[in-house]
């Protein structure tokens, strides 16, 4: 049964940069991608982009200058770092595994807050 | 990037009655197609993935069909549990993009 668990930092300032780190548990990383997803309070979904075991990554255009996606593969954890972050990065950020571009398994969620 | 379109945006249904949410992409993306469901507070979790293609422990009664860029989600027999918002993403191209999402309440 694959467990995925998430923390980082949920308060920021204008400016700041995100650091978020997941960690899998069990299962197989053997043809796995392990992907960072957003939602805005209220809103829907947004792909931040993924990364597999050999670092491979594929990055949303609209975020790829302010984004790095790290894996640690002696830990099973993988990494997001946002940076320059404003009100409009305000958001619940997910972490999650699966086939390429596919969401089978999440973390908890992790409510991250850019004011002032 | 492609856009998803799903309808309605929200839909009242009551227990037992048969739900079909529709998910539109802007060009083909074949068959691939995933659906999620949502509860308040909780993560997104996989239904459907592959257009047609339940995931493992999801009950019966949802179902996918659907390819190129009109697809469909149903669920055959409400159940209280399945009172929840519904994404359509496809999983053709990167980005990955979602539909706006489908409210599912109760009438």
């Known amino acids: 049964q694959v467990q995925i668990q998430q923390w980082g930092a949920g308060l920021l300032k204008p400016s700041e940069t995100l650091s978020l780190t997941c960690a899998v548990y069990g299962g197989s990383s053997s043809g796995y991608y392990w992907s960072w997803i957003r939602q805005p309070p209220g809103k829907g979904l947004e792909w931040i982009g993924e990364i597999n075991r050999s670092g491979s990554t594929n990055y949303n255009p609209s975020l790829k200058s302010r984004v790095t996606i790290s894996v640690d593969t002696s830990k099973n954890q993988f990494s997001l770092k946002l940076n320059s972050v404003t009100a409009a990065d305000t958001a619940v950020y997910y972490c999650?595994?699966?086939?390429?571009?596919?969401?089978?398994?999440w973390g908890q969620g992790t409510l991250v807050t850019v004011s002032s | 990037d492609i856009q998803m379109t799903q309808s309605p945006s929200s839909l009242s249904a009551s227990v037992g009655d048969r739900v079909t949410i529709t998910c539109r992409a802007s060009q083909s993306i074949t068959f691939y197609l995933n659906w999620y469901q949502q509860k308040p507070g909780k993560a997104p979790k996989l239904l459907i993935y592959a257009a047609s293609s339940l995931e493992s422990g999801v009950p019966s009664r949802f179902s996918g069909s659907g390819s190129g860029t009109d697809f469909t989600l149903t669920i055959s027999s409400l159940q209280p549990e399945d009172f929840a918002t519904y994404y359509c993403q496809q999983s053709y191209s990167v980005p990955p993009t979602f539909g706006q999402g489908t409210k599912l309440e109760i009438k």
């Open positions: 999650a595994r699966g086939p390429l571009l596919t969401l089978t398994n």
